[in-house]
Nanobody
Framework: VHLVESGGGLVQAGGSLRLSCAASGSVFSIKSMGWFRQAPGKERELVARLSDGGGTKYGDSVKGRFTISGDNADVDLHMNNLQPEDTAIYYC????????????????WGQGTQVTVSS
C-alpha cells in the first residue's frame, strides 16, 4: 500500500485547511485510515481515524474542530479553527488487521505534510 498526502501549509490562527490522502496498491486489505501528527519534541499522536465500518475516532484536542471523511482508499481531514498548537507534521496512515495482535495495526505511512499555524 502506497500513501500520497496533499494539502497542508501555512495558515493564521482561526483558519482552515484540508489534508487529503490517496492510497494505492492492495487497498482491499485496509481496515482503517487515519491521520496522526508529530510536533517538535513531542510524540506522534492520533488526530483522527476512520474505520471501514464508518466509525470515527478523534483526539481530544481536535474534537469539534476537525472532521475525517472518505473511505479505505481516500481520506480527507478537514481542519477548522486551527490554533498554533496544531502546528505539526501530519501523517496519513493505513491499517490492516493483524491476527497475531488481534487488532488493526497502522502498517503503512505517508511521507508527512507540514501544517503551520501562526498566531
Amino acid at each position: 500500500v502506497h500513501l500520497v498526502e496533499s494539502g497542508g501549509g501555512l495558515v493564521q490562527a482561526g483558519g482552515s485547511l484540508r489534508l487529503s490522502c490517496a492510497a494505492s496498491g492492495s487497498v482491499f486489505s485496509i481496515k482503517s485510515m487515519g491521520w496522526f501528527r508529530q510536533a517538535p519534541g513531542k510524540e506522534r499522536e492520533l488526530v483522527a481515524r476512520l474505520s471501514d465500518g464508518g466509525g470515527t475516532k478523534y483526539g481530544d484536542s481536535v474534537k469539534g474542530r476537525f472532521t475525517i471523511s472518505g473511505d479505505n482508499a481516500d481520506v480527507d481531514l478537514h481542519m477548522n479553527n486551527l490554533q498554533p498548537e496544531d502546528t505539526a507534521i501530519y501523517y496519513c496512515a493505513a491499517g490492516e488487521w493483524d491476527g497475531d495482535y488481534g487488532r488493526v495495526l497502522y502498517k503503512y505511512w505517508g511521507q508527512g505534510t507540514q501544517v503551520t499555524v501562526s498566531s
